[in-house]
């Protein structure tokens, strides 16, 4: 029997509780510039970039972070519409951006605030939350494509699916002003019709009903100093899928879209090819950062057979759809078993981190080894022991602190190659 027909059961993580994300580490700022002389009567030489030297744990092959690095080095700048997005995919963690609150922070800090970014219509799972974000709604049928998914695969850019008749509603409320929303929808025969409203203004009604089923974008303006937005199903019914929140600056804009449960294989066989294609190129990021591994881990016989051809299928669908953007593989945390009274990594999770690096290398993709450089082997069970303690009682979930270590790791090293990729 293949274990994945029944992985929606068997393999969803479930995240108990998550804190307060405690966010306080600054960035690095070091700055290196490189000035050539023109020697007379001689020619002069011309300036190229230097080979970038990778820091610890992160592997770039050539031209692998290109788009990424032009796109900040803009934003630096502070050019106008210089946003640098980021699409970071990933599980049960990423659903209460827990480490990608910490990345968004950290990026935000250095190269400017550019907005929120993508958030869901409403709460698939009591977690569910993004920092500096409120969220309710009601009223929905909701179909996460790990669990109880949408079967045409139309499960939008976050992964998740929203039916919602007249009275259903999503409140979004943000800790600062935005001045521009994205809201993401299905076009189809027979659709309904939902409005949006900022604070007292009707921004507009959308009315869904189309000739065939398709991914629709509706945008708008956003008053001054808007810091909620509401949204209701005024007539029939509607399917949604999220929200993208943008700031009128140049800066990073930081979309943290996880799935409990996710793996790989849902991506290749949950997730309409042509629906999906349609949400990343209207992001159009600068860099995708595919980050699963954790649920893979349960299935050992699946990591050894099928998982390195799944990943570089997914990985392949990804460059067809986003031929200009720079994608970035993270692996997975540690992950603690008890054996013989000790929490310690059980054997294929370093296997699968072997196996993301080598098709990471072949796919032309970055790669940055998370288990390694937040301590390899053993991680989780000194993370349990410390005080105070960095993992939940699962030995899978990182508490805020431990969150705050691997986002600040994962983003040091970002920051560091892009500064040694300067002329």
């Keep these: 029997m293949n274990p994945f027909s029944t992985l929606p059961r068997k393999a969803s993580v479930t995240i108990v509780t998550f804190g307060v994300l405690m966010l306080a580490l600054p960035a690095v700022n070091d700055l290196l510039s490189k000035t050539l002389r023109p020697v007379p009567a001689k020619p002069v030489e011309a300036v190229v970039p230097r080979p970038v030297t990778p820091p610890p744990?992160?592997?770039?092959?050539?031209?692998?972070?290109?788009?990424?690095?032009?796109?900040?080095?803009?934003?630096?700048?502070?050019?106008?519409?210089?946003?640098?997005?980021?699409?970071?995919?990933?599980?049960?963690?990423?659903?209460?951006d827990?480490?990608?609150?910490?990345v968004r922070r950290l990026f935000q800090a250095r190269f400017g605030d550019a907005g929120h970014g993508f958030v869901l219509i409403a709460k698939p799972w009591a977690w569910y939350g993004h920092a500096g974000v409120t969220l309710e709604g009601s009223g929905w049928k909701i179909e996460p494509a790990s669990q109880d998914r949408a079967a045409d695969g139309f499960h939008g850019l976050g992964g998740v699916s929203f039916r919602g008749g007249v009275g259903a509603t999503s409140t979004?409320?943000?800790?600062?002003?935005?001045?521009?929303?994205?809201?993401?929808?299905?076009?189809?025969?027979?659709?309904?019709?939902?409005?949006?409203?900022?604070?007292?203004?009707?921004?507009?009604?959308?009315?869904t009903e189309a000739p065939e089923k398709e991914p629709a974008f509706a945008?708008?303006?956003l008053p001054e100093g808007t810091k909620e937005?509401?949204?209701?199903?005024?007539?029939g019914r509607a399917r949604l899928f999220g929200y993208r929140f943008d700031k009128a600056r140049a800066g990073v804009q930081y979309s943290s879209l996880g799935v409990n449960g996710g793996?790989?294989?849902m991506m290749l066989r949950y997730f309409s090819e042509a629906q999906w294609t349609a949400a990343l190129r209207h992001e159009n990021p600068d860099l995708f950062i595919l980050n699963y591994g954790t649920n893979e881990s349960v299935?050992?016989?699946?990591?050894?057979?099928q998982y390195p051809e799944d990943l570089r299928k997914v990985i392949q669908r990804i460059q067809k759809a986003l031929p200009h953007a720079s994608i970035l593989v993270m692996a997975p945390m540690d992950r603690g078993v008890m054996e013989g009274g000790a929490i310690v990594t059980p054997a294929v999770l370093p296997q699968i981190v072997g196996i993301q690096r080598r098709i990471a290398a072949e796919t032309g993709c970055a790669f940055f080894d998370t288990w390694t450089a937040m301590g390899g082997a053993g991680t989780m069970g000194r993370w349990y022991h410390e005080q105070p303690r960095l993992v939940s009682a699962d030995f899978m979930h990182p508490l805020p602190q431990g969150a705050a270590k691997v986002g600040t790791l994962f983003e040091e090293a970002l920051v560091k190659a892009y500064e040694g990729s300067r002329p």
């Design 172 to 207: 979004v409320t943000l800790s600062t002003a935005h001045q521009r929303v994205t809201v993401y929808y299905v076009a189809q025969p027979e659709g309904g019709s939902f409005a949006v409203q900022a604070g007292e203004t009707l921004l507009g009604e959308v009315h």
């Design 219 to 221: 945008e708008y303006e």
């Design 229 to 235: 937005l509401r949204l209701r199903v005024t007539a």
């Design 57 to 96: 744990n992160l592997v770039i092959p050539p031209g692998s972070l290109d788009a990424f690095f032009a796109a900040i080095r803009k934003s630096e700048a502070n050019s106008p519409g210089a946003v640098t997005r980021v699409l970071h995919y990933g599980d049960s963690p990423t659903t209460a």
């Design 263 to 265: 793996q790989i294989q």
């Design 299 to 305: 299935y050992p016989e699946y990591i050894g057979k």
């Design 98 to 102: 827990s480490i990608t609150a910490d």
